[in-house]
């Protein structure tokens, strides 16, 4: 493959370092200056290109089993590290990596892709992701496919990687969005003035697993948090949308919550986790990268989790157990925020997941259409949860487009399977599809 070095297109003014020099000299003056924006490009490295001939090889691994349309643009690769701000509005530092289609001197749609579980600890930043050695979800891949579809594309790590006095606010939507919103500010900064391709003023919204909990809780913050960030679609791969529904349903990953939220809210992990995991949750659950918690961690409620937060979860009843806990699960529950009820919305859905489940998905989708969101879904049969995004690529690239075209969004909900049921709908038979939009 080959990789031409390119010159980073933004470099900071003479005057700036000067001036920061400058200051240094004087006591108290850098911490006197006010903290960078949100959004805020505080350093830009350029990575590179991939040359158009070489993209389809580079990520032909990923779309083994689905395929995928032919590569149309070489692409620009850059590291960035913005600034960004947590709940309680204090600065946050975060890197992303972004890819620019090689399309001219033109505009083109900006797509913010939110990463999956990878883990709490440093070293498991989705960024530092090395797909040949441990594939949490082949991301160079995933961003170089939709670059080379032309369209901008950055992906963020979590608050709190390279802090190591502070633990990935996992789950935490608050966080999540705003981390989202402000890597969308920080491309358009750090392109704009600058040759060839550069960011429109349209954002699309995508996350993967809990990545796509990221995306709905980052529409819901922008209108409020964000109004610079016009945001034309929201995209849930495989959406973790529930946090109840996580821990009932992913035991395994119940430690990454627990450990998360007792270090981001104070939640007291003793009443979760039970007496033989507990003493080790800060060694393994807040150190070991997700293959590793895989391995390590058993699938099963019953071990994972002390008997009563277990029972509690499966009745339901979790709010009469902890009612702290319950609350912050309504809480980190993202995708119904009034002020963003109008954002055009695709969930992608692999039938066979077993880890946000085809029926946890549904739940959602029967909920965004009572809520009155234009949302549609697109399922397929033989689609786990680690290849519903391949085989979801080319719809995924459809519906933008369609949008970018000024067409009308279109939506699942006039279907009668996504109303609200009255009550439990009868189990399918094993093999049975709840729902199939499409199949491959």
Same mark, same amino acid.
């Given at each position: 493959?080959?990789?031409?070095?390119?010159?980073?297109?933004?470099?900071?003014?003479?005057?700036?370092?000067?001036?920061?020099?400058?200051?240094?000299?004087?006591?108290?003056?850098?911490?006197?200056?006010?903290?960078?924006?949100?959004?805020?490009?505080?350093?830009?490295?350029?990575?590179?290109?991939?040359?158009?001939?070489?993209?389809?090889?580079?990520?032909?691994?990923?779309?083994?089993?689905?395929?995928?349309?032919?590569?149309?643009?070489?692409?620009?690769?850059?590291?960035?590290?913005?600034?960004?701000?947590?709940?309680?509005?204090?600065?946050?530092?975060?890197?992303?990596?972004?890819?620019?289609?090689?399309?001219?001197?033109?505009?083109?749609?900006?797509?913010?892709?939110?990463?999956?579980?990878?883990?709490?600890?440093?070293?498991?930043?989705?960024?530092?992701?090395?797909?040949?050695?441990?594939?949490?979800?082949?991301?160079?891949?995933?961003?170089?496919?939709?670059?080379?579809?032309?369209?901008?594309?950055?992906?963020?790590?979590?608050?709190?990687?390279?802090?190591?006095?502070?633990?990935?606010?996992?789950?935490?939507?608050?966080?999540?969005?705003?981390?989202?919103?402000?890597?969308?500010?920080?491309?358009?900064?750090?392109?704009?003035?600058?040759?060839?391709?550069?960011?429109?003023?349209?954002?699309?919204?995508?996350?993967?697993?809990?990545?796509?909990?990221?995306?709905?809780?980052?529409?819901?913050?922008?209108?409020?948090?964000?109004?610079?960030?016009?945001?034309?679609?929201?995209?849930?791969?495989?959406?973790?949308?529930?946090?109840?529904?996580?821990?009932?349903?992913?035991?395994?990953?119940?430690?990454?919550?627990?450990?998360?939220?007792?270090?981001?809210?104070?939640?007291?992990?003793?009443?979760?986790?039970?007496?033989?995991?507990?003493?080790?949750?800060?060694?393994?659950?807040?150190?070991?990268?997700?293959?590793?918690?895989?391995?390590?961690?058993?699938?099963?409620?019953?071990?994972?989790?002390?008997?009563?937060?277990?029972? %509690?979860?499966? !009745?339901?009843?979790?709010?009469? @157990? $902890?009612? *702290?806990? +319950?609350?912050?699960?309504? =809480?980190?529950?993202?995708?119904?925020?009034?002020?963003?009820?109008?954002?055009?919305?695709?969930?992608?859905?692999?039938?066979?997941?077993?880890?946000?489940?085809?029926?946890?998905?549904?739940?959602?989708?029967?909920?965004?259409?009572?809520?009155?969101?234009?949302?549609?879904?697109?399922?397929?049969?033989?689609?786990?949860?680690?290849?519903?995004?391949?085989?979801?690529?080319?719809?995924?690239?459809?519906?933008?487009?369609?949008?970018? %075209?000024?067409? !009308?969004?279109?939506?699942?909900? @006039? $279907?009668? *399977?996504? +109303?609200?049921?009255?009550? =439990?709908?009868?189990?399918?038979?094993?093999?049975?599809?709840?729902?199939?939009?499409?199949?491959?």
């Amino acid at each position: 493959m080959t990789e031409t070095p390119r010159r980073q297109p933004h470099a900071r003014p003479l005057t700036t370092a000067l001036l920061t020099a400058a200051l240094a000299l004087v006591p108290g003056a850098l911490a006197r200056q006010a903290a960078p924006a949100p959004g805020a490009v505080l350093s830009g490295e350029t990575l590179g290109t991939v040359a158009l001939a070489d993209v389809g090889p580079s990520v032909e691994r990923l779309y083994k089993r689905s395929g995928m349309p032919a590569p149309k643009y070489a692409v620009r690769r850059y590291r960035l590290t913005v600034s960004s701000t947590d709940e309680r509005g204090r600065p946050v530092t975060v890197r992303a990596l972004l890819y620019v289609p090689d399309m001219g001197n033109r505009a083109a749609p900006l797509y913010v892709m939110g990463p999956g579980t990878t883990g709490l600890a440093d070293a498991c930043a989705p960024t530092r992701e090395d797909a040949a050695r441990d594939n949490w979800g082949n991301y160079e891949a995933h961003m170089r496919s939709y670059a080379a579809q032309g369209f901008v594309s950055v992906m963020p790590d979590w608050a709190n990687f390279d802090d190591p006095a502070k633990v990935q606010p996992y789950f935490v939507a608050g966080s999540e969005g705003r981390v989202m919103l402000d890597t969308a500010r920080a491309a358009r900064a750090f392109l704009r003035g600058a040759e060839g391709t550069r960011p429109s003023d349209r954002t699309y919204l995508a996350g993967f697993s809990q990545g796509g909990h990221a995306a709905f809780a980052a529409a819901d913050l922008a209108a409020t948090y964000a109004p610079d960030v016009r945001v034309s679609g929201v995209i849930g791969y495989a959406p973790a949308m529930d946090v109840m529904t996580l821990f009932r349903e992913r035991p395994a990953l119940g430690p990454y919550l627990a450990q998360s939220y007792a270090a981001y809210y104070g939640v007291d992990a003793s009443r979760i986790i039970s007496p033989r995991w507990l003493p080790g949750l800060g060694r393994e659950a807040a150190r070991m990268c997700v293959t590793d918690v895989y391995h390590h961690y058993p699938n099963d409620a019953r071990s994972i989790y002390r008997p009563e937060f277990e029972a %509690a979860l499966k !009745a339901g009843s979790v709010a009469g @157990l $902890d009612p *702290k806990l +319950a609350d912050l699960m309504r =809480r980190n529950a993202p995708g119904f925020a009034q002020t963003g009820r109008q954002i055009p919305a695709l969930v992608v859905t692999g039938l066979e997941d077993p880890i946000v489940t085809a029926d946890a998905q549904l739940t959602f989708m029967r909920r965004s259409c009572a809520f009155g969101r234009p949302i549609v879904q697109r399922a397929y049969a033989g689609a786990n949860h680690f290849t519903a995004r391949q085989f979801g690529f080319r719809d995924t690239l459809t519906w933008m487009r369609d949008l970018e %075209a000024g067409l !009308a969004a279109p939506t699942s909900c @006039l $279907d009668a *399977k996504y +109303a609200m049921p009255s009550k =439990r709908a009868k189990t399918p038979e094993k093999g049975t599809p709840v729902f199939v939009d499409r199949k491959r």
